[in-house]
């Protein structure tokens, strides 16, 4: 059983990681690129005994920083 | 148009981000957890004038490091 989770900073709050990555598509000659955002993408190997609570739990108090960012998970059976 | 870049530690190289996340995941109480792998996630707004070849340039020369890191592009129109 896999989950994946997906870590991207909030919509309100500064990405100057992204703004940088940004400017530097520009400067490596792409202009079309008009945003990106930049986050983290977590890959879990599980066992199959935990519950989908659990690994919320998991993403709200160790993977994400819930005043900055936002998670998403998928859980693949 | 929007494309989604996964950039994960590719299988062979160590990823001391990854063990940490995971025994972290074990201190909090879930040891169901096999193995953690950390990546990142970029999203990137375009205006449709790209070509995918580009945005795989981008990838590849920006984006991931091809010696350590493979990479994922997903581009929804």
């Known amino acids: 059983m896999k ?16 703004a940088a990555v940004r ?3 520009h400067h490596h000659g792409l202009p079309s690129v008009k945003a990106a955002r930049v986050g983290k993408f977590i890959e879990l190997e599980l066992d199959g005994t935990e519950t989908e609570a659990q690994i ?22």
Not at 7 to 17: A, E, F, H, I, N
Not at 56 to 77: A, G, I
């Open 23 to 25: 400017e530097a598509i």
């Open 56 to 77: 919320h739990e998991v993403c709200r108090d160790l993977l994400s920083n819930p005043v900055m960012e936002d998670y998403e998970l998928k859980v693949q059976k």
């Open 3 to 18: 989950a994946q989770v997906i870590v991207m900073p909030k919509r309100s709050v500064l990405d100057p990681q992204g």
